[in-house]
Every structure is written in structure tokens, then in C-alpha cells.
């Protein structure tokens, strides 16, 4: 399993030095809050997307409109 080209032992070294670092309890609150932000950042990056592709669509419309306009 690879994620970031980090293999499984480099995430068991990372999860146990987080678990001896921040300690059970706050581990939990730490995974807690870095889910909320991702959920977060990914929910930002969507309405980004949907607002990008709703520009792009009125950019087109637009450029269909001025080269109508242009063939009179």
C-alpha cells in the first residue's frame, strides 16, 4: 500500500510516534479536528470547481455570442 510513496512500515512509525507524542486521548482529538479540516478543504475545493465550471460555461456562451455578432 502506498499513499504519498510512503509504504506501510513509514505510517506504522508515524502512527506509533503520534500514539507515544499526543498519547491516546489526544491522538483521538487530533484524527478528530484533521478530518473536520479535510472535510473542510474538500468541501472548498468542490464549490471552487462548480463555480469554475459555471464560469467557463457563461465564458463559452459568451464567446458563441460575440461570434454570432461578428458574422453579421
Do not use: H
Amino acid at each position: 500500500m502506498k499513499i504519498f510513496d510512503i509504504g506501510q512500515n513509514e505510517l506504522l512509525i508515524v502512527a506509533l510516534l503520534a500514539i507515544i507524542v499526543l498519547g491516546p486521548e489526544r491522538l483521538v482529538k487530533v484524527a478528530r479536528e484533521a478530518g473536520k479540516l479535510i472535510k473542510n478543504i474538500k468541501s472548498y475545493f468542490s464549490s471552487l470547481s462548480d463555480e469554475l465550471k459555471t464560469e467557463l460555461e457563461f465564458a463559452d456562451d459568451l464567446k458563441k455570442e460575440m461570434d454570432d455578432i461578428t458574422k453579421i
